[in-house]
């Protein structure tokens, strides 16, 4: 039976992942909201191509207060660019946001750690542009939770 994914308006766990100097929690709450990358396993392209496209843009989602963390499958970890790749060395991670072990995903919460917005994705890697996690950072940023903000559709120019 497969767990659902984790859904907007869910609080994300906790989630202990290996970097480079041993486990690291990627999410908690904190001063910036975590944006976290879901790749597939190596080698996979365009998922290489998609980390490249958010690095143009990271400067952008920190100046929205968002902390961008890519997730790739096992212990191949590395400090690579301008945002860690911190491994999931047991799928646990994504067990327990219910993404699927043969998906990519995307996740942005604010910095409470409720979601904003989440898609997972086969291998037709239709990821949100890091433009629109841009836009999504700065309505995350701006917003409070007692305002109701409308979300951005990512899924809208798919």
């Known amino acids: 039976m497969t767990k659902r994914l984790i859904s907007v308006g869910d609080i994300l766990p906790r989630l202990s992942l290996a970097g480079p100097a041993g486990i690291r929690h990627a999410v908690g709450p904190g001063a910036t909201a975590p944006l976290l990358l879901f ?8 998922c290489d191509d998609y980390l490249a496209g958010v690095a143009v843009v990271v400067d952008d989602l920190a100046s929205w207060a968002t902390r961008v963390v890519a ?17 999931d060395q047991d799928g646990a991670a994504r067990r327990r946001l219910g993404i699927g072990d043969d ?14 917005e989440v898609a997972a994705f086969g291998p037709d890697h239709g990821f949100p542009l890091p433009r629109q996690l841009v836009e999504s950072a700065k309505i995350v940023d ?5 305002c109701n903000v409308p979300s951005p559709e990512w899924r809208a120019t798919r």
Do not use: I, N, Q
């Open 71 to 87: 997730v790739a499958p096992g212990a191949g970890v590395e400090e690579a660019g301008p945002f860690p790749v911190l491994g």
């Open 39 to 46: 790749v597939h396993p190596a080698p996979c392209p365009a």
């Open 103 to 116: 998906e990519a995903a995307v996740l942005l919460a604010d910095r409470w750690g409720e979601v904003f």
């Open 142 to 146: 701006l917003s409070c939770g007692e």
